[in-house]
Nanobody, 123 residues
Framework: QVQLVESGGGLVQAGGSLRLSCAAS????????MGWYRQAPGKQRELVAV???????NYADSVKGRFAISRDNAKNTVTLQMNSLKPEDTAVYYC?????????????????WGQGTQVTVSS
């Protein structure tokens, strides 16, 4: 099977930085887009940043200029560098990847999610 494992997150003061990492493993044939979503209490899950297999990135307006997403295709990892953090960045952050499983003869791209990691920014 395929799984995503996240690391990083934690508690930081406003203006500080954190780095989230996510590694995909298992029966992977290929990975299309990889990204990060977040969900704050009482709010819907929202896209934070996404990166395609050829490095094209897209960010939520609220994090542009502060967050940077990158990926290592050889290691099947994606990283989110978060700088100038604000209290409103507090949320559970989820790694997401569109993965083609080599066990699937049709190689259908399917969504996979990490377990989520808490990011808390204190004011």
């Amino acid at each position: 099977q395929v799984q995503l494992v996240e690391s990083g997150g934690g508690l930081v003061q406003a203006g500080g930085s954190l780095r989230l990492s996510c590694a995909a493993s298992g029966t992977i044939f290929s990975i299309d887009a990889m990204g990060w979503y977040r969900q704050a209490p009482g709010k819907q899950r929202e896209l934070v940043a996404v990166i395609t297999s050829n490095g094209i990135t897209n960010y939520a307006d609220s994090v542009k200029g502060r967050f940077a997403i990158s990926r290592d295709n050889a290691k099947n990892t994606v990283t989110l560098q978060m700088n100038s953090l604000k209290p409103e960045d507090t949320a559970v952050y989820y790694c997401n990847a569109l993965i083609r499983d080599r066990r699937d003869v049709y190689r259908t791209a399917r969504d996979y999610w990490g377990q989520g990691t808490q990011v808390t920014v204190s004011s």
